[in-house]
């Protein structure tokens, strides 16, 4: 390059083929990668040996995209995504060698997720800000935000930056205060350990609206023959209080405020999980025979639902 030329705000390897303008500054793209003319790469982004990026690629700032890597068309790449090597993301559902589709799927990585070598993605799927696949995954459906996902199919296993608190962990029962709460590291959310009167005619428990459960419901509902381990819940309400308990089997709960995250075990009849309004939860981890009985203070109300994990952090904001 001559030396009045400007030299571009970022870097491609002489063996590199970078045929995009649109490149941000700081960006490193190293050698065998190719990038078409259509591409969209970010700043301070780290594009290594022999990736091949396609030309309807939107890739955001600070994205390291380890070597072998192949980027279609469709896929929309957030900041701060790490792409391990050799993943393997796809556009099309049913490919024919010739045969074109009009359009194609999008796949969208939000902000902060993670992929480990040797996944695969399949096409039109969204993987949720901090989410982390593990290795050799295969990612048939959509990732709930920081979830943690791994297999064939990928099901989720976790959550990033959750703490777990053992099953039963509640605070036993004190003579005279059936249902007294514990606090959790989340929001005003409570454990309660509610009363339990086992003999040889069976066992009973019971709990007490407001005395003991911090509410007058207006709306129960029941959640049983969940298949495998499916996930359920992934919202928070703006004004509905909730109290869950897992009459038979057992179920994990995790409470997010935006600020913590706990995940709580529910495996007995007698220890119930108070919500308040403006928490984050997940059921997941359900139990073949669970059933969930859940008590809530208002009516349904589509609107006082929140199901979008960014509108709920930024209104926690």
Known sequence: MPDNEQRPPFFVHPRALC????????????????????????????????????NDVVIG?????????????????????????????????????????????????????????????????????????GAGSIVTHDVPARAIVSGNPARITGYVDTALRAAGAATPLQPGRPGAGQETSVGRVTLHQLLLVTDLRGSLSAGEFVSQ???????????????????RGEHAHRRCEQFIVCAR??????????????EIVLDQPDLGLYLPPMIWAVQYKYSADA????????????????RDYDEFLALQR
């Not at 259509?38 to 990736?51: E, L, M, Q, T």
């Not at 509410?215 to 495998?228: C, I, K, L, Q």
Request: proline letters at 4%; hydrophobic letters at 45%; one cysteine or more.
């Open 19 to 54: 045929e995009s303008a649109a490149i941000g500054e700081n960006t490193r793209v190293w050698a065998f990668a190719h990038i078409l003319q259509g591409a969209v790469i970010g700043r301070d982004c780290n594009i290594c040996d022999h990736v091949f990026v396609e």
């Open 61 to 133: 700032d600070r994205v390291t995209v380890k070597c072998g890597v192949q980027l279609w068309d469709g896929l929309r790449v957030a900041d701060d995504v790490f792409i391990g090597p050799n993943v393997t993301f796809s556009n099309d559902k049913y490919p024919r060698s010739r045969q074109y589709q009009a359009s194609v799927l999008q796949t969208h990585v939000s902000r902060g997720a993670s992929i480990g070598g040797g996944a695969a993605i399949l096409p039109g799927v969204t993987i949720g800000a901090r989410a982390l696949i």
């Open 213 to 231: 459960i911090p509410f007058t419901p207006r709306r129960y509902f029941m959640v049983f023959d969940v298949p495998g381990k499916d996930v």
């Open 249 to 262: 089997g057992s179920v994990s709960v995790v409470v997010d405020d935006g600020a913590a995250s706990e």
């Open 291 to 306: 059933l969930l009985l859940v008590f809530a203070s208002d009516h349904y109300d589509a609107d006082d639902y929140i």
